[in-house]
């Protein structure tokens, strides 16, 4: 999926958080995609996979609460 064009609208800050171990989506994806979005915070959860945002609550919460320190400043 292109989604370049659409990440021209998002104009707030953007957390996009990955899992290192998701292996269809690897994680250099991550960094490409981060590319197209004016504010980004790229936050890769090494032991995560497609669906650690679920398994892994807490290191979600961690990645967003870094997120929400940068964008606030």
Aim: without cysteine; aromatic residues 12%; charged residues 20%.
């Amino acid at each position: 999926m292109d989604v370049r064009a659409d990440a021209a609208w998002v104009t707030a800050p953007a957390l996009v958080a990955w899992g290192a171990r998701a292996l269809s989506f690897p994680s250099r994806r991550a960094a490409e995609f981060a590319r197209h979005l004016l504010d980004t915070h790229v936050y890769l959860s090494a032991r995560g996979s497609y669906d650690w945002l679920i398994a892994r609550p807490n290191g979600f919460a961690v990645g967003g609460e870094a997120f929400a320190r940068a964008a606030t400043g």
